[in-house]
T-cell receptor, first 115, second 114 residues
């Protein structure tokens, strides 16, 4: 499809396990964002990638969270030693350029549940 | 620093009634403003955006919003609600200060009664 694709759509795992969440942005989009949406909450910014520049990781809540973007396209968000408070929907978005007047295009998210 | 406040976490209207979802922002420079809609188990979709120019912005599905600088508001309206409008709506602000971040409001869930 032409939209942002995220996988898996749902992930259930035990506390302490590591998880990887994948995002495939719209082809040609240079900017990629990860957000976390907890139940009944707004969007919490996690990390931002723009082209080959160093990512802005200022939103990552702890050093258990990391992300990479290979070849300027697909991105993976990794959460190590998961905890119950990590349960949330993780949304990925991309935009054609990093200009502030450009809207973000969102995937349907990965719903992460930590038992 | 920029911020967004959405007044009312839940709004309920009858089908056919006016929809009004309130958004106020704070920004030290002219902002770019967005409304997004989120249906259950989906990501956010852009409804409309204000960057420059006309302050009344029309979007998809019959929604519109008016940028009022003096009131620092960007309220979302629709003359006649439809059952399919039931969703969560997010207001967002993005400043052109060299930073990239877009700040989202906490969201307003719209309920439409038959």
């Amino acid at each position: 499809g032409a939209g942002v694709s995220q996988s898996p759509s749902n992930k259930v795992t035990e506390k302490g396990k590591d998880v990887e969440l994948r995002c495939d942005p719209i082809s040609g989009h240079t900017a990629l964002y990860w957000y976390r949406q907890s139940l009944g909450q707004g969007l919490e910014f996690l990390i931002y990638f723009q082209g080959n520049s160093a990512p802005d990781k200022s939103g990552l809540p702890s050093d258990r969270f990391s992300a990479e973007r290979t070849g300027g396209s697909v991105s993976t968000l990794t959460i190590q030693r998961t905890q119950q408070e990590d349960s949330a929907v993780y949304l990925c978005a991309s935009s054609s350029t990093p200009d502030r007047n450009q809207p973000q295009h969102f995937g349907d998210g990965t719903r992460l549940s930590i038992l | 620093a920029q911020s967004v406040t959405q007044l009312g976490s839940h709004v309920s209207v009858s089908e056919g009634a006016l929809v009004l979802l309130r958004c106020n922002y704070s920004s030290s420079v002219p902002p770019y403003l967005f409304w997004y809609v989120q249906y259950p188990n989906q990501g956010l979709q852009l409804l409309l955006k204000y960057t420059t120019g006309a302050t009344l912005v029309k979007g998809i599905n019959g929604f519109e919003a008016e940028f009022k600088k003096s009131e620092t508001s960007f309220h979302l309206t629709k003359p006649s609600a439809h059952m399919s409008d039931a969703a969560e709506y997010f207001c967002a602000v993005s400043e052109d200060t060299g930073g990239f971040k877009t700040i989202f409001g906490a969201g307003t869930r719209l309920f439409v009664k038959a």
